[in-house]
């Protein structure tokens, strides 16, 4: 059984994906919905060995919404986790990851000394150097030089760790796919399912570099303070954001 590309979309699709729970009814509902079974059929199943599908929530493994999906096959049950991003601007950016500086510490063995230097960037410990832009928190081109590449030179370093922590995961829910979807959108092209090898590469596959901003990009993802909160203390979060919808261009 196939879908006709011209064709994809069922009402629920054409109506947009209002939030996560559309993908799972729809995945769900694989037997009548012709975008699961195109979703399924990407990630390399046979939809004429398939039983059943059983699409959940996935809660505290990552800050992103993940969905499990188990496909019960003729002969034998495969689990699939899916990291899901819904986006409405397809120039937007859509957060990825984010925790304090001591948890990435954790999973990282980031330095004393850069640990510092992110809580001054995260506005977690105030700096006292005259003349910031924001005196809430410190810009990373407001430290000097050596500063700057002690940064730089650590996410170039562990580059692959990092990129695979915060798109990925890690243990047994981490994820295998993406799926981005245009929220609200009537057009027939508004998903993309994408394995998450494509994801890491296309994501990662630029240098570590300090923007004009004062923030750090390792490839295409951008490293900032999360910010708003309405100035509470997880404003001081170390935040990663992408956007998924560059996806629907790098169809490789």
Known sequence: MTCDLKKLGSETAKNGFKNEDTVIKKFNDWKTDEDSQKWLELMNYSLTKIKKVDAVKLHGFKTDVQVK??????EAIHAENISVKLVSNPKGFNQ??????NKYAELWDIPKDIICLLKLFTGEIKSKRPGLKDKRRML??????????????FFTKNKILIIADILQGRGMFSAGWMLVALKDSTSIDNWTVKSMNHVMNYFGNEEVKITERGSLKIGRITMQRKGGDDGRKSANMLQFKINPAELFENHA
């Open 69 to 74: 999906v188990t496909i019960h096959l003729k």
């Open 140 to 153: 990373l081109t407001e430290m000097d030089s050596a500063e700057q590449v002690k940064i730089s030179e």
């Open 96 to 101: 990825i990851d984010k925790r304090w500086v």
